[in-house]
């Protein structure tokens, strides 16, 4: 509003749509009609107050529209719609907007709670963390000491061994060296007889020089081959073999379940193949676990039913009936394909401690497995020997997807779209094992 040189604005009247300096703004602080108009913030704006097709002030909001208008505009165009004052308007909105921002602020205080307890878990964790790292150094130092111990036992039982019987061939092989040096002089003697011309000397010499002392029997004097300490060999290495067994079938047990932290803003689940296909895991079959009347192959990922008896060596682990678990533990996402042909397999999850003998062994027969059987026309699944008809279209590449920490198993039919057959919601109270049961059947592991 000056007309001389132009000072900052100071404010901004929303009545006469003009911007006032400090000085000049004083007027509507004294004039009585004056204050009240409406005063804000300095705006580059303010014609945008003004309706463009009636040159006048925007004072009423039209709901049905949801636009500013001026009074002339609700008079014409707006005529019979829900209009209001814009400071009707702005207070029934700014009561909405109130209650936004309180529901913004609680959302903000529970964010920052979880950020805490995040932040904490992620102390816990940390502390957790070294500690298992310090112990877990401790007993692993504890256990190269064992050995060592362990190898320094026997490399002094086999000294001490090899010094006894050392020093035994060396008594023995100085007393035959003692029967050599006396035979080579009773020889000497014969010889020198020997060439004794006069007889009556001869036969007068000859019965003292003849006698000969009882020889030693060299056939007593058992000479082994060379494989003196072949069974401490063999027995070590026994020993290292089934402490890689050990050592290879236990490590899964030496899961990282503990440390899931529950993440509010998780993952969502997966939709297509290409997302599931984020989580999948490579899968062998154990061969310990695996039924005598099933063939591995293929790096123990595929297994086939046969007729014949299979040589596999006797193991604890071994089922009874035809199945067999994977040698890996899945805990978190995972994800795995079989693909199958033939009478019907069924695809299953089991824990570790699930019976190896008797029919309530099988998958789903007892309540720590869960198993889809696919067949030609259909699915079943069973969980504690109580089974569920699935319906579904035919798939001979089934896939499946776990979420420990979620409690979610899902089977679905693998294709360009994949079509969920059956989904379970549960809480996994142990590290779960991929199983397959087989009859007249291949699976695979994809």
């Known amino acids: 509003v000056c007309t001389g040189r132009k000072l900052k604005a100071f404010k901004s009247c929303l009545q006469c749509l003009i911007s006032y300096c400090e000085n000049h703004l004083q007027s509507h602080f004294e004039s009585t009609k004056l204050k009240k108009h409406k005063l804000v913030e300095p705006s580059e704006k303010l014609q945008e107050n003004i309706c463009s097709r009636h040159d006048e002030v925007m004072k009423i909001f039209c709901r049905t529209d949801k636009k500013y208008i001026c009074y002339l505009c ?262 795995w394909e079989v693909e199958w042909r033939g009478g019907g397999v069924d695809v299953a999850v089991a824990y570790k401690n699930i019976r190896r003998t008797r029919s309530e062994s099988g998958f789903g027969h007892n309540d720590k497995s869960w198993s889809l059987r696919c067949f030609n026309n259909g699915y079943k699944f069973r969980f504690n020997n109580i089974e569920t008809l699935v319906s579904g279209p035919y798939s001979s590449r089934v896939g499946v997807y776990l979420d420990h920490s979620a409690g979610i198993l899902s089977f679905y039919r693998v294709s360009d779209t994949m079509t969920l057959l059956h989904r379970v919601q549960t809480t996994f109270t142990q590290p779960l094992y991929a199983g397959l049961y087989v009859y007249e059947s291949t699976a695979e592991l994809c």
């Open 74 to 335: 609700a008079m014409e165009d707006h005529k019979g719609h829900d209009t209001v004052p814009a400071a009707a308007e702005r207070t029934e909105r700014q009561r909405e907007l109130e209650v936004s921002r309180l529901n913004i602020q609680q959302r903000i205080q529970h964010r920052e709670k979880d950020v805490k307890l995040l932040q904490q878990e992620v102390e816990a964790v940390s502390l957790s963390a070294d500690k298992a790292v310090e112990d877990s150094e401790n007993i692993f130092t504890q256990l190269i000491r064992l050995l060592q111990k362990r190898s320094s036992d026997v490399e002094q039982k086999i000294r001490s061994q090899q010094e006894t019987e050392v020093s035994r061939v060396k008594e023995l092989q100085e007393k035959l060296q003692q029967d050599i040096t006396e035979l080579k002089r009773k020889d000497a003697e014969l010889k020198q007889l020997s060439h004794t011309e006069d007889h009556n000397q001869f036969l007068h010499n000859y019965p003292s020089v003849s006698q000969l002392s009882e020889p030693t029997d060299s056939s007593s004097i058992n000479i082994r081959p060379l494989r003196y300490f072949e069974d401490v060999t063999a027995a070590v290495s026994e020993l290292r073999d089934k402490l890689q067994d050990i050592l290879r079938e236990e490590w899964t047990n030496i899961s990282l379940t503990g440390t899931e932290v529950d993440v509010l803003l998780s993952e969502p689940e997966p939709k297509t193949r290409a997302e599931f296909l984020k989580y999948s895991r490579e899968i062998t079959l154990d061969p310990n676990t695996v039924n005598t009347k099933l063939l591995l192959s293929e790096g123990n990922r595929k297994v086939e039913w046969t007729k014949q008896q299979q040589s596999y060596s006797s193991h604890t682990d071994r089922f009874t009936v035809i199945q067999v678990l994977s040698r890996e533990s899945l805990t978190g996402r995972c994800y």
